[in-house]
């Protein structure tokens, strides 16, 4: 399985400001897929990022308030802008694996006062 | 879209003992239905994965059946132990036609010493 990494694992931001989080992988993915987990409750998708495209996003998130950048095949990043305490969320990042599989990152905490 | 329902939220078992939780899912085409265990600070990790062309799959003390007529499959965890403590989520997706899962609500297993 990959081994993916998340900076940062946790913050604590403002309101109206925007915090940008990474994700790495260790072997190159051709799906990339973001994730938020809102406390104590499942995991809802943000959006696909597929290298080389604009992320697809679900319904209910859009690209002004979830800004995604797919460099390369190991590397992403999701910006949750002009954040508001109900964006106080774990948000996670996922890669397809062999079929059909995802694997999780750590995750990032973020605290929106 | 797809929707997955996920029974019960909590379960508290004594170590020894088995635990099993049961979901159901709504769209015919899905195909593969993997299962995450996520620890308290941890992203969501693959404990086992199951494709509709399989009834039952198993992997030392965890086992997972399907039902496609049914649309339900369920996890089974045997000889239960301490570090088995932990939320489980159940996801169900099309597999190579869309990658995308649905996750059910999560339960919380509690294992009893």
């Known amino acids: 399985s990959a081994v993916i990494s998340q900076k940062p694992s946790r913050d604590i931001c403002q309101r109206g400001t925007s915090l940008t989080i990474q994700c790495q992988v260790d072997?190159?993915?051709?799906?990339m897929f973001w994730y938020r987990q809102q406390p104590g409750q499942s995991l809802t998708l943000i959006a696909t990022a597929n290298q080389g495209s604009e992320a697809t996003y679900e319904s209910g998130f859009v690209i002004d308030k979830f800004p995604i950048s797919r460099p390369n095949l190991t590397f992403s990043t999701l910006t949750v802008s002009n954040m508001s305490p109900e964006d106080s969320s774990i948000y996670l990042c996922?890669?397809?694996?062999?079929?059909?599989?995802?694997?999780f990152g750590p995750g990032t905490r973020l605290l929106v006062l | 879209g797809e929707n997955v329902e996920q029974h019960p939220s909590t379960l508290s078992v004594q170590e020894g003992d088995s635990a099993v939780i049961k979901c159901t899912y709504s769209d015919s085409a899905s195909n593969y239905f993997p299962w995450y265990k996520q620890e308290l600070g941890k992203g969501p990790q693959l404990i086992i994965d199951i494709r509709s062309n399989v009834g039952e799959k198993k992997d030392q003390r965890i086992a997972v059946t399907l039902n496609k007529t049914a649309k339900h499959f369920s996890l089974h965890i045997t000889e239960t132990q301490p570090e088995d403590s932990a939320v489980y989520f159940c996801?169900?997706?099309?597999?190579?036609?869309?990658?995308?899962?649905?996750f059910g609500a999560g339960t919380t297993v509690t294992v009893r010493a």
């Open positions: 072997s190159q993915v051709t799906m």
């Open positions: 996922s890669v397809e694996g062999e079929s059909e599989t995802q694997y």
């Open positions: 996801a169900a997706s099309k597999g190579s036609e869309d990658y995308k899962l649905s």
